[in-house]
């Protein structure tokens, strides 16, 4: 089992920057691909960036590209997601998921945070 808790999340004026922070807790959480989902109103869940197990791999969505970075600190069990150049269309819940196998799709991953509000005004 995974345990995880967002925080970090807020309200932002559109262009400026915010950073998301993820604590895992269980047993080998470093065994885990660590990544990010976000879901605004109306709309499905969808893939933010993940980052692997030893940190040197990372994927982000179309979406995000150049502008967000996900990282990972395996002796704190955290992972990390700095938000740069925030754009009103980023407003949604955003969640940290875990998973030994993971990719870029929801059904992936079997750990999920709470989640935490990010609200981009224009």
């Known amino acids: 089992q995974v345990q995880l808790i967002e925080s970090g999340g807020g309200l932002v004026q559109a262009g400026g920057s915010l950073r998301l922070s993820c604590a895992a807790s269980g047993r080998t959480v470093n065994r885990y691909t660590l990544a990010w989902f976000r879901q605004g109103p109306g709309n499905e869940r969808q893939f933010v960036g993940a980052?692997?197990?030893?940190?040197?791999?990372?994927a982000y969505g179309d979406s995000v590209k150049g502008r967000f970075t996900i990282s990972r600190d395996n002796a704190k069990n955290t992972v990390d997601l700095q938000m740069n150049s925030l754009k009103p269309e980023d407003t949604a819940v955003y969640y940290c998921?875990?998973?030994?196998?993971?990719?870029?799709?929801?059904?992936?991953?079997?750990?999920w945070g709470q989640g935490t509000q990010v609200t981009v005004s224009s």
């Open positions: 980052i692997n197990r030893s940190g040197s791999s990372t």
């Open positions: 998921a875990a998973s030994l196998y993971g990719d870029s799709t929801v059904g992936t991953y079997n750990f």
